[in-house]
């Protein structure tokens, strides 16, 4: 059997990992990314206050400049909000918040849009029609507004003790419903064009049932386009749920997210106070970056016309 040592050297030799050392830019992105996972979820260990305990928070230290700056403290370091929060331990703890949400949504985004596409291109007809039907009414609105709808009519059927309690699930519910559209447009494309090929002719032939074919056959061969289409929708999941957050309809306060605490600092941008604003903010940029240029990176490698 092959060594550890032998696994990894093999992984280092590979094309990809030649590919990804040949790219400075992308080793960047992919060195913020890293960071930032985990800086965010080693967050409980790492900051140096915690939150989202309020009993532990001082008024009298709220709206204090970054350590380096006149009337800074250096236990916080990046300075504070204005209920007395630790504006470094908010970012740690929001990112995290925000990373889990926007990764959890495109999962659940892939696991409804990679069915509806798969049976959608397999099975043909009217199930096709449906389907695809439904699609194009959804993309006929941004993505936000599906969000903003699902959401609002969640805020509207649940109290508002329980909504706050299931926020999270609320949140990862609205964008994946409002994303899953691509992926089943993607997947039905490729399956289209994989259910003609010869192997799952002879699958057919020999009796195999059609849902383990879609699942056997069909599938492991549409995934690999469904995967850097995810990577690259990670970042627009993130950056959903923190306009979501900025407009209230997202994270609760008790929760914040980077949209939240952006939301918060942008109350106080004009007073001066602009550190409640800009480190959450950059941090955001920096990450939705980061994402970004890793996705464009793998739909460069694995498109074969650039090969």
């Not at 040949?22 to 965010?40: D, E, H, I, K, Q």
């Not at 043909?124 to 959401?151: E, T």
């Not at 549409?222 to 995967?227: C, D, K, N, Q, S």
């Not at 999941?237 to 605490?261: D, K, R, Y």
């Amino acid at each position: 059997m092959m060594g550890v040592g032998e696994k990894i050297g093999k992984l280092w030799d590979s094309d990809m990992a030649y590919s990804l050392r040949a790219s400075r830019l992308t080793l960047a992105a992919l060195a913020v990314l890293v960071l930032g996972c985990l800086l965010a979820f080693l967050a409980p260990w790492l900051a140096p206050h915690e939150p989202s305990n309020l009993g532990a928070l001082n008024l009298s230290d709220s709206l204090l400049p970054p350590a380096w700056m006149d009337g800074g403290q250096a236990s916080y370091f990046l300075g504070t909000d204005d209920q007395g929060r630790d504006v470094f331990s908010a970012i740690l703890y929001g990112t995290r918040i925000s990373l889990i949400v926007g990764v959890i949504s495109v999962l659940l985004s892939m696991a409804i849009g990679i069915s509806l596409g798969l049976v959608s291109g397999y099975l043909g007809g009217k199930v096709d029609a449906l389907i695809m039907g439904l699609a194009d009414v959804q993309l006929s609105f941004p993505s936000i507004l599906i969000a903003l709808l699902i959401d609002g009519v969640a805020r509207t059927v649940l109290a508002k003790v329980m909504h706050e309690n299931i926020s999270y699930l609320v949140v990862i519910l609205a964008i994946s419903l409002s994303g899953w559209v691509t992926y089943a447009r993607v997947v039905r494309g490729l399956t289209l064009l994989e259910k003609n090929k010869e192997y799952v002719q002879a699958a057919h032939v020999i009796g195999v049932h059609p849902f383990k074919v879609m699942l056997t056959h069909v599938l492991p061969n549409v995934t690999g386009t469904v995967f850097v289409l995810a990577t690259l929708h990670i970042g627009s999941a993130v950056m959903i749920e923190a306009t979501l957050s900025f407009l209230g309809m997202g994270m609760p306060p008790s929760s914040p997210s980077l949209g939240t605490l952006i939301s918060t600092g942008n109350k106080f941008l004009f007073s001066g106070e602009w550190w409640i604003f800009v480190f959450p903010g950059l941090v955001l940029v920096a990450l939705i970056l980061a994402v970004n240029l890793l996705g464009d990176w793998l739909r460069d490698f694995f498109n074969p016309k650039l090969q």
